[in-house]
């Protein structure tokens, strides 16, 4: 019985010992990158804002994991992956982006021009319940995102500034 008793109490200190640490992480997590692009603002806006023009640059629809792609003006739709455009305006783009039996996830994109030059930048915003567990899971998102963003920026980059 002593044994049962100092496994569960050592149980429940360990739990609240990892709940302590959880709430240390922000409940609020945005994974950006930005690329530099020589293009009118104008054709980099065509290219975020019609979907179909994603299969020419975005790696995060045209992965080799994503199965029956669809890509349609305002939508992108696969068997485990939905995207939808959501509002346009000037200098901002916003989506909404969910997975099979996951939770909705904002994702959009600004535009700063400074000269000939526009600053894209893509950006997940993610809010995290207070879950330990979906707290220490956030702390990946950067490394599981963040490759594949920086080359999808830098296709969009290269089509962009092929274009004469």
Known sequence: ???VKLGLISFVVLFLIVFGISLLIPGYIRISRAVNIT???DSIQHYLTDLRQWKQ???LTTAATVVNPAWSANTFTS???QVALKEVKTDTITTNWKQEGGREIASGFT???IDNTTVVQWYFDFKLRWYPWE???SIIFDKQLGPPME????ALKK???SIP
């Open 1 to 3: 019985m002593r044994i």
């Open 39 to 41: 293009a009118p603002k």
């Open 57 to 59: 640059w975005n790696g």
């Open 79 to 81: 068997d485990g992956l």
């Open 111 to 113: 535009l700063h021009t």
């Open 135 to 137: 707290k220490f899971g």
């Open 151 to 154: 080359q999808s920026l830098g």
């Open 159 to 161: 089509k962009l500034e």
